[in-house]
């Protein structure tokens, strides 16, 4: 309903503004009219003052109008006390709304539209001030649609790119605003340069320099400086010719053999140019090039020169194969230094396949270098040749008299200069001469009869001998000539030993094109034989299945040996191993199957065999192992394996077994005991219950001592332990008979214990709880059968006391005693004073003389108490 209501005034008000519309424009035409301006798609504020200008006035209409309209596009009401606004749905809609925020208030209209130019009034009701009207007029500024830009012929530039152009080509260009209200200021620029500028068009003219690279120019059109100008670019490419080509580091000596990289480069060139490089008519392909960002062009040439190169022209070449005249070069004649070259070559009128010792060699380098050499020397071999002894070194040449066959080989001519050390080919001298035995002292060969053996006749010649002579000596024969079967004469003899008379020297000699060799080549023949038997074994590291076994060479027979090692069971005589090695050292496994074994050792050589060494090795009945040099490796069973795990898992089973047992009977003990400990104590329960029942209760809540066990709670079961108490209260003058006393135990005879060795500080003073214990005293039956049984006069370690947080009477610790080796006089000194009864395993109450003692005067009495009540209630 209140809706309902609300619309219905805004109505009516809408219907008597529109009314009053034709006077309000009466009333504009004389008032003041402010000018707003603002761009399409943004917003614009219309000020209001809404200040009432009577004091304790109110607002209570504002309603805007548009020229052209017959009704109000806008209202703000507060007359009924709740703000209401309306707006012209076909004029402003959601894009307007009042703020009265402000100062003054406005109106405030988004998204600018270009219909909405034109004058608003704004009327202001008051509740007593009379009305207020402002007059304001809105200019809504549309910017150029586009701008278009045409170049000298007039055509329209489809891009923001024009060109290129060659430097110093002169360029027209027109710029014009398209649409735009009101119409714009068309301007060109060149970065912050202004070229022209003038109303809706504007056109600029100029020579394109190399200064004005890159060439960016931009239109732009400005409607009013609340808006964004509207700009277009054009970028003007160029084509420029090359600031320079130059050799970087021009004109420099080159060392050949050494790669160099030159570098050329050409600045300022667009686009960037093809370098090439030439070396005289011939062009060089082994370059690179980088281009820097700017687009200077680096070209870079790897070469080694040659000494062949000095002299020539080396040039770098730039050209732009699309601009004319734009070849440009740079480049210099090459100086080439390099290392020296010398040649080494025979003096004249000297055949180099024919030099015999002992003739004269000469030998002469020459030497190219540049700079020029400072050194010149020679190698024979790769050592340095020395003038002495028949050799002339002059400043390039080498004299060699009396050539002899170790001056042959490889020589060298080196030359040094300030760049290096430069070598000559080398040149082998050739130096013929006649065969030599290369062995001069004899070979020694031993052959057993029947035997044949090759001797080779090893010879040093040049060149190699072409025949062979051979020819054998003995105390028998003085010289006996030697044929080969085939009546070839070659550097091989196969020689055999038919007897005795067969053993002496057999001599070879060789001829060649310089002579026949002198001294001839000596093989002295000499007997061989089997071996001997091996000396002793030693027999070690014995088990059940292994051993090792050692033996003592003797001798070889002349010849290499080696041994063989052959195992047997001595039960059936069969072969278990057969092993040969070239020491006389075996290690023997895997005989498990026999209880001892028959070892036969054998030297042998390419002659024969000598006599077996045997010796017999008793195994071991069980994988023990006896004490040797060396470790032997015992080897588990699968059945020995087998056995260990079976006898592991019974010995685990067995224990978990045992420990489940004694858990058990633990937990069946400590269930027995409280039922025990209730039935002990009901009669005494009984006879205290009428006379300390009162006690009790003031007692329960208020005790300041937590030592004094109540009777109510004296059931409480406490676990056994083997060990006797660690402390007690106080020294007690009672005794008790020893732990776990039977009827075959001596009695022992106890007297009671003085406690005049307490130190003070173990003394409690008195209180007032010794009375109620004196009652609970006298009131203790005479027969204590149902008390203390004799199987729990053991003392207990987990008692009340034996904790030290509990420790409220100051307690010491006490020794530990063995209950099986307790003396007489240590047990009186810490027993509680109870007799024990042998016959009907109880004990009985302490007399009354000794009850005597405890008085409430003294403080022992309550201590005495306190420690005859735990040993009854912890048993």
């Known amino acids: 309903m209140i809706k309902i209501r609300v619309a219905c005034l805004v109505m009516f008000a809408v219907l008597q503004r529109s009314a009053e519309s034709q006077q309000d424009l009466i009333i504009e035409e004389s008032s003041s009219i402010e000018f707003i301006h603002a761009a399409v798609g943004r917003a614009a504020e219309f000020p209001c003052d809404v200040t009432p200008p009577i004091a304790h006035d109110s607002l209570a209409l504002v309603v805007w109008y548009k020229q052209g309209h017959d009704t109000s596009v806008y209202t703000f009401d507060t007359r009924f006390g709740v703000d209401m606004h309306w707006s012209d749905p076909a004029t402003l809609g959601s894009r307007a709304s009042f703020r009265t925020s402000t100062t003054p208030a406005s109106l405030v209209i988004t998204k600018i539209r270009p219909e909405d130019s034109g004058q608003y009034r704004c009327r202001v009701d008051f509740i007593k001030s009379p009305t207020k009207n402002t007059r304001l007029y809105l200019t809504v500024l549309i910017p150029p649609e586009r701008l278009v830009i045409l170049d000298q012929d007039g055509e329209e530039l489809r891009g923001r790119a024009m060109g290129p152009f060659d430097e110093g080509t002169r360029v027209n260009l027109t710029c014009v605003a398209i649409g735009g209200r009101p119409a714009a200021r068309v301007s060109w620029w060149q970065s912050h340069a202004l070229l022209a500028n003038s109303e809706s068009r504007a056109s600029v003219s100029f020579t394109l320099q190399r200064d004005l690279y890159p060439v960016t120019l931009t239109c732009q059109a400005v409607t009013d400086p609340s808006i964004s100008p509207l700009s277009e670019n054009i970028s003007i490419d160029m084509n420029l010719y090359p600031r320079w080509v130059r050799i970087i580091g021009g004109a420099r000596p080159l060392v050949a053999g050494r790669a160099v990289e030159i570098i050329c480069q050409a600045v300022g060139a667009r686009p ?102 400072d050194h010149v020397y020679f190698t024979n071999n790769g050592v340095i040749v020395k003038g002495s002894g028949g050799v002339l070194v002059s400043r390039q040449s080498l004299v060699l008299q009396g050539v002899s066959r170790q001056r042959a080989g490889v020589y060298v001519c080196i030359a040094r200069n300030s760049l290096g050390v430069g070598i000559s080919d080398p040149l082998h001298l050739d130096v013929k001469y006649s065969p030599v035995c290369t062995k001069k002292d004899g070979v020694a060969l031993r052959a057993a009869r029947g035997e044949t053996m090759a001797i080779k006749c090893d010879v040093d010649a040049n060149p190699m001998p072409s025949s062979f002579r051979w020819w054998f000596n003995s105390s028998t024969y003085t010289e006996r000539e030697l044929t080969s079967s085939n009546g070839m004469s070659t550097d091989a003899y196969d020689y055999r030993v038919n007897g005795s008379s067969e053993y002496g020297s057999v001599q070879c000699a060789g001829t060649n094109s310089v002579g026949r060799q002198t001294e001839p080549c000596m093989f002295h023949i000499l007997p061989a034989d089997r071996p001997s038997a091996v000396q002793s074994c030693d027999i070690s590291n014995v088990t059940h299945e292994c051993f090792l076994i050692e033996c003592n060479p003797g001798y070889d027979g002349g010849l290499a040996q080696e041994f063989m090692l052959q195992v047997f069971i001595v039960e059936n005589g069969a072969l278990i191993t057969n092993r040969t090695g070239v020491a006389a050292q075996w290690r023997v496994c895997n005989v498990s199957g026999a209880q001892s074994v028959r070892v036969s050792v054998y030297a042998y050589n390419r002659v024969g065999h000598s006599e077996p060494h045997t010796v017999t090795v008793g195994l071991l009945e069980h994988p023990h192992r006896n004490t040797g040099i060396s470790s032997v490796n015992v080897q588990l069973s699968a059945v020995l394996v087998s056995v260990i795990c079976v006898v592991s898992v019974l010995i685990c089973v067995g224990t978990l077994a045992t420990f489940a047992l004694y858990y058990r009977h633990c937990q069946s003990r400590s269930g027995e005991k409280p039922e025990k400990a209730k039935g002990r104590f009901e009669s005494t329960k009984d006879l205290l219950e009428d006379k300390s029942e009162a006690k009790d209760e003031k007692h329960s809540d208020t005790d300041p001592d937590p030592d004094i066990i ?46 005049s060795y307490l130190p003070t500080e173990y003394r409690l003073p008195h209180d007032k709880v010794d009375e109620d214990w004196l009652r609970y005293k006298n009131a203790l039956p005479t027969d204590t059968i149902n008390l203390l049984p004799r199987h729990q006069l053991t003392l207990q370690p987990n008692s009340i006391y034996s904790t030290i947080k509990r420790n409220r009477l100051k307690l010491f610790k006490m020794p530990e005693l063995d209950p099986c080796r307790l003396e007489v006089s240590n047990y009186q000194r810490y027993s509680p004073s109870l007799q024990l009864n042998p016959q009907n395993n109880t004990t009985r109450r302490f007399n009354n003389t000794q009850m005597n003692e405890a008085q409430p005067g003294n403080g022992n009495g309550l201590s005495i108490a306190r420690n005859f009540y735990l040993i009854a209630t912890n048993n």
Do not use: F
């Open 272 to 373: 960037h140019p093809t370098i090439s490089w030439w070396k005289g008519a011939t062009r060089l392909h082994t370059i690179r090039e980088k281009i820097s960002p700017d687009g200077n062009v680096t070209s870079i040439l790897s070469i080694i020169p040659t000494v062949e190169d000095s002299g020539r022209i080396i040039s770098c070449r730039s050209v732009q194969w699309n601009l004319k005249h734009s070849i440009r070069e740079d480049g210099w004649k090459m100086e080439i230094q390099h290392v020296p070259i010398p040649k080494l070559k025979l003096g004249a009128n000297l055949d180099p396949d024919n030099i015999m010792e002992g003739s004269d060699v000469y030998l002469d380098c020459d030497v190219r270098a540049m700079p020029e050499q």
């Open 710 to 755: 109540p009777i109510e709670t004296k059931n409480i079961a406490v676990k056994e332990t083997a060990q006797p108490l660690q402390y007690v209260v106080r020294p007690m003058q009672y005794h008790v008979h020893p732990y776990n006393i039977d009827a075959n135990t001596p009695s022992l005879s106890l007297e009671p214990l003085e406690l």
